[in-house]
């Protein structure tokens, strides 16, 4: 069975950084695309980064030249460093891996507050 779990979430101020992970499991996670999501209060899901299993990223225009989406296929391990936050940035963040056409999974969340 597939499992994301994501940690790193905080509360931080305006400006500061923050890396959030995301380890999985049971499946081949080299060969799969991955992404980190986030859900703000009465928002809707949205798509923060993207990398997919050949290294090629995608960021929302929000977070351009803020954020950085990497992966370490040997660890089976999600990153997505957080640099500048902004008040914002304040969601949960999901981890989200696309395992076949049909079919992802999703991470339990973890939450990042910026304070002003």
């Known amino acids: 069975q597939v499992q994301l779990v994501e940690s790193g979430g905080g509360l931080v101020h305006t400006g500061d950084s923050l890396r959030l992970s995301c380890a999985v499991s049971?499946?081949?996670?080299?060969?799969?695309?991955v992404a980190w999501y986030r859900q703000a209060p009465g928002k809707q899901r949205e798509l923060v980064a993207a990398?997919?299993?050949?290294?090629?990223?995608n960021y929302a225009d929000s977070v351009k030249g803020r954020f950085t989406i990497s992966r370490y296929n040997a660890k089976n391990l999600l990153n997505l460093q957080m640099n500048i936050l902004k008040p914002e940035d304040t969601a949960v963040y999901y981890c989200?891996?696309?395992?076949?056409?049909?079919?992802?999974?999703w991470g339990q969340g973890t939450q990042v507050t910026v304070s002003s």
């Open positions: 049971g499946t081949r996670f080299g060969t799969k695309d």
């Open positions: 990398i997919t299993s050949r290294g090629t990223t």
């Open positions: 989200y891996l696309k395992i076949s056409f049909l079919f992802d999974s």
